[in-house]
């Protein structure tokens, strides 16, 4: 609940009910919301299979994830995959404030590896970015059972992406400054099937093996190998949300031979399994 100055009072959560439209685009709101944090609080450690983006309006937040510990100051967006795990609550003697929202999609799991969340979870877009609007507007929207909500939050999703994006030196813009590296890294992504190895990638560069892995990680902050890995887990956690079809099956369109070895990265990349993933969802 927020009051006649625009500070926060206590904590607002809002579920969201997809419409009809919600399976054509592609991030799905799943839950969005006001938080607040006392000093001494219990950190919040829920486990999910959200993607979570949180701004942080007053106070300091303490995030630790990766086997780090981050500050989250007012103005900082913090980015956390909740199937991993993670803990935060407020740092200092003042309350901490923020607005999050939970969103599910098949590009997140590999924009959140492009733009390395994994070790940088915070991001500092410039001032004349008006994210606390974005925001608000999605917790509005959360709560909106119109036809057209869906679409106007994947709207003001995409947007936010996009200002992240912009916020990280390397990641997204550093691909569309190197044309010869976003179209190895189309390539990739147009067939994950495929059993692709360096050296077919150098070829298709026209650069040595030790040029490409340089280059592809100075453009976006991954190597190729790490990218095509968080493209096909993040095409399979697509189709077994998506699809009724076999594991087995999922996991050879989306290049593993051996049901071991998916099992094995899938895990490792969203800190579940294909099977329980699969369970949650209702197949």
């Not at 500070?7 to 439209?21: A, K, N, V, Y």
């Not at 106070?59 to 993670?86: C, I, K």
């Not at 190998?225 to 076999?246: F, H, K, N, V, W």
Request: hydrophobic share 40%.
């Amino acid at each position: 609940m927020v009051n006649a100055r625009g500070d926060l009072e206590h904590e607002e959560i809002l579920f969201h009910t997809p419409g009809r439209l919600a399976g054509a685009l592609p991030y799905a709101l799943q839950v969005a919301g006001l938080g607040l944090a006392h000093p001494g609080q219990e950190p919040v450690r829920k486990r999910y299979h959200d993607h979570v983006l949180l701004l942080a309006l007053a106070g300091q937040g303490r995030v630790e994830t990766g086997g780090a510990v981050h500050v989250v100051e007012p103005g900082q967006v913090l980015w956390l995959d909740t199937s991993r795990p993670y803990a935060h609550g407020a740092s200092g003697a003042e309350p901490w404030r923020y607005l999050w929202m939970g969103l599910r999609g098949t590009g997140l799991d590999a924009l959140y590896g492009l733009l390395d969340v994994s070790r940088r979870p915070l991001f500092r877009p410039e001032p004349a970015h008006d994210l606390k609007t974005v925001f608000r507007e999605v917790c509005a929207l959360a709560g909106n059972p119109a036809p057209e909500a869906d679409a106007r939050a994947n709207a003001a999703v995409a947007a936010l992406l996009a200002v992240l994006a912009g916020a990280r030196d390397g990641g997204l813009s550093g691909l569309q400054h190197s044309p010869q590296i976003a179209r190895i890294a189309e390539l990739l992504r147009q067939d994950l099937a495929r059993a692709w190895t360096i050296e077919d990638l150098a070829r298709l560069a026209g650069l040595s093996a030790s040029q490409l892995f340089r280059a592809f990680k100075a453009a976006s902050g991954s190597t190729p190998m790490s990218y095509l890995r968080q493209e096909r887990i993040a095409e399979a956690r697509r189709l077994l949300t998506a699809t009724s079809d076999p594991v087995a099956v999922i996991a050879r369109r989306c290049g593993y031979g051996d049901p071991y070895h998916f099992s094995r990265d899938f895990r490792r990349l969203t800190g579940t399994t294909p099977t329980l993933l699969r369970r949650s969802t209702g197949f």
